[in-house]
């Protein structure tokens, strides 16, 4: 079994915040990742595969469709929007980046399942410092 990983980068805004709460709660727990007026960051996904090596070609998987199955579920997607307003696939989700990230697995996992390959991990970075990484599970997100 080789691992194999893709990374993209996309830039997107987002809100923390829950409508069931005052403006207070809401700054109180979620900080300026509350602010009304949103704010953005530049992501990193980084996407990995693992599988068998193909004997013919000596790869897991090929990184070209590996990178197009990315952009067409992901990256056209949530590059420059709001992903509380205009990510059809966070609707009605906390758009935190455990949440994105858990999305994002759900969005791709059919389309590796297709190639062959295992979807293994989605690790997204909000920041240098702060990321979220998922490995799958059967329980469905909310």
């Known amino acids: 079994m080789v691992y194999i990983t893709r990374r993209e980068r996309f830039s997107a805004a987002h809100r923390l915040f829950?409508?069931?709460w005052s403006d207070e709660e809401n700054l109180r727990v979620f900080g300026n990742c509350s602010n009304p007026h949103w704010h953005g960051h530049n992501y990193e996904l980084f996407v990995t595969v693992k599988g068998d090596i193909n004997p013919a070609t000596g790869f897991v998987m090929d990184l070209k469709q590996m990178k197009a199955i990315i952009h067409e579920f992901v990256i056209q997607h949530v590059d420059h929007k709001n992903i509380n307003l205009e990510v059809a696939f966070m609707k009605g989700k906390m758009a935190s980046t455990e949440v994105i990230a858990q999305s994002i697995f759900e969005v791709l996992k059919p389309s590796f399942d297709q190639e062959g390959v295992v979807l293994h991990s989605v690790r997204l970075h909000e920041t240098e410092n702060n990321?979220?990484?998922?490995?799958?599970?059967?329980t469905p997100i909310k």
Do not use: L, V, W
Not at 131 to 138: D, H, L, V
């Open 18 to 20: 829950r409508a069931d």
């Open 131 to 138: 990321y979220a990484e998922y490995f799958g599970t059967n």
